[in-house]
């Protein structure tokens, strides 16, 4: 199904995060930030989630879950779910240079990873699905992607 266009900038920012999540598992071709030594993309890591995921999250918290809650039992439960794992990527963002620095990066990959491709691939679908086209147009033009909303 094609993305509704209010939450395509969401889309847009996963594909960000995405390109970050793989530069950071062990796995990681050796390119761009892939590169980099397990210091650097620490830094990354902090940099990303200030000026990226912050803001990202408050757009989904504030603005796209209010709008879908309460309307079918599965999709809250979704967006509770959802809403730990924003917890627990601040957590692991926080914890970041606790420990082994190339297994904790590993893991932040792999946990951001997946929560983008739950985000895309279950839960959008059903926002739209349990949202419907109608409502979702009032978030039309509310939700900017956050590289072209900080010039970035
Ligand atoms: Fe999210
Ligand atoms: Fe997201």
Redesign the pocket.
Same mark, same amino acid.
Request: avoid cysteine.
């Given at each position: 199904m094609k993305r509704h266009s209010a939450i395509v900038p969401l889309s847009h920012d996963h594909h960000h995060a995405l390109i970050l999540a793989q530069a950071l598992k062990k796995n990681a071709p050796k390119i761009g930030l892939g590169s980099k030594s397990a210091e650097e993309k620490v830094e990354a890591v902090i940099n990303s989630y200030n000026t990226e995921l912050i803001p $990202?999250?408050n757009h &989904?918290e504030v603005l796209l879950f209010p709008l879908a809650l309460g309307k079918d039992e599965e999709l809250d439960k979704m967006i509770h779910n959802?809403l730990e &794992? $924003?917890n627990k990527i601040r957590r692991s963002v926080e914890a970041l240079r606790d420990g082994d620095l190339e297994e904790n990066l590993d893991a932040f990959g792999k946990l951001l990873e997946n $929560?983008?491709r739950t &985000?895309e691939r279950v839960l959008f679908p059903k926002i739209e699905e349990v949202v419907g086209e109608e409502e979702l147009n009032i978030l039309n033009g509310q939700i900017i992607a956050v590289k072209d909303s900080c010039g970035i």
């Open positions: $990202h999250f &989904e959802i &794992e $924003h $929560h983008v &985000e």
